[in-house]
């Protein structure tokens, strides 16, 4: 399940379209109607369901984000799924080679198998192995 397929917190109410979108629609039982605000409840329903939809998919919970708290936590050879690329591709199933280390940038980086220089942490999810990671 994806958040594309959910309405947009601000889509109409009656058929969940947003208004850049929506130009007349036909939707049972409304009928033919335009655009309309959606009320406060339903914003906050759809907000709800969406932020739902995106947790069941794969965002890291607790992953460490310092190149320091990371070797703290998982030590060089840790299965993980890698995303050397962006966090909507398929990821690489792999294994952590070296150990964390922080860029100039700040941003806190790790080598994996199968991959030349760092990936982010920000990219990098621990496999757990014993079942569910929450
Ligand atoms: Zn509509």
Do not use: Y
């Amino acid at each position: 399940m994806t958040t594309q397929s959910l309405p947009a917190p601000s889509g109409c109410r009656w058929c969940g379209l947003e208004e850049r979108e929506h130009f007349q629609r036909w939707k049972s039982p409304v009928g033919w109607h335009v655009w309309t605000e959606p009320t406060s409840d339903q914003r906050k329903e759809r907000m709800r369901e969406r932020r739902a939809a995106s947790a069941s998919v794969e965002t890291p919970k607790e992953t460490p984000l310092t190149a320091d708290e990371w070797n703290t936590a998982w030590p060089v050879g840790t299965p993980i799924l890698a995303w050397p690329g962006s966090r909507d591709a398929e990821p690489l199933t792999t294994a952590t080679r070296t150990t964390a280390w922080t860029l100039g940038s700040g941003h806190a980086v790790v080598s994996v198998e199968g991959c030349t220089g760092g990936i982010f942490l920000t990219h990098i999810q621990p496999i757990h192995q014993n079942g569910d990671p929450r």
